[in-house]
């Protein structure tokens, strides 16, 4: 009987899946992390989010920047006394800042990466919630110092940083209220519990949208009929089941029995 416990135990070691194990224990150190960081004070959450930001950007840029070396390799490097026109010369060092190599490409993203995330930490903490205002605020931020660090603001930089902070302000805030309306789930609707509750046990939950649509809310199920059923296109047969179901049910039929 020993033997057998041993073996069940060994047999649970080797069913467990590595990558499961490695991701729980990740997942683990994730939350010590975050726990650990919400006690800190903000200048010393904000840096901490700024640079482990910045670092994953970095890297996210730096393997982009090697994927374009190649493009940016291809564009003409101008004389130092060549006189170009100042609109020409802006376009060809927003190309070379967005086809730059992979250390051109790792400071962008870090810069960007950084900013971001060091903003929306500090909003965050002040304001208390996370909103479509601080993340467009983020945005506005991150955009304007990429547009600096970067050099694409050609000859009037100002005025690019602040066109480049509006855009990605707009983006973010776009995406922002698309995530928002797809990650919320719909509200449940309170009329209609016990109502889907019993369609469910009856297996007749394809029906819940003819009680809505003839407004038969859970407080008229005491009050069913056969013809109330009919009107709102329910088959005989499923007419049947929830007469029979309201019938034997005691609180329902406690109800029912009152207002008679």
Known sequence: ME????????????????IEQIQARFKELETG?????????????????????AAQGAAIGAFMGTLTADASSTFPTPPPNASLNPQA?????????????????????AVMTGVNAGISCVLKRIRG????????????GSGAMFSLVSGMGGPN??????????????????????????????????HY????HMLNNLGLQSYEKNFKKGL???????LLTDSALRD?????????????????????????????
Request: charged share 20%; aromatic share 6%.
């Open 129 to 140: 919630k996370e909103d479509v205002q601080s993340s467009m605020a983020a945005a506005f």
């Open 232 to 260: 709102v296109r329910i088959p005989p047969g499923p007419r049947l089941l929830i007469l029979d179901h309201i019938q034997r049910d005691a609180d329902l039929k406690e109800k029912r029995g009152r207002r008679k």
């Open 33 to 53: 992390f975050r726990l650990w960081l919400s006690k800190q004070s903000l200048p010393v959450e904000a840096v901490v989010v700024t640079t482990t930001s």
């Open 216 to 222: 038969l809310t859970d407080n008229t199920l005491p």
């Open 157 to 190: 930089q100002a005025t690019n940083a602040v066109t480049s902070g509006l855009f990605f302000a707009l983006v973010q805030g776009g995406l922002f209220q698309i995530g928002q309306k797809f990650s919320n789930p719909p509200a449940e609707d309170t």
């Open 193 to 196: 519990a016990k109502t889907r």
């Open 3 to 18: 033997q057998a416990g041993k073996q069940g135990i060994m047999v649970t070691s080797q069913s467990q899946n590595p």
């Open 89 to 109: 010369m802006a376009s060809l060092k927003q190309a070379q800042a967005l086809a730059g190599g992979p250390l051109v490409q790792a400071r962008n993203f």
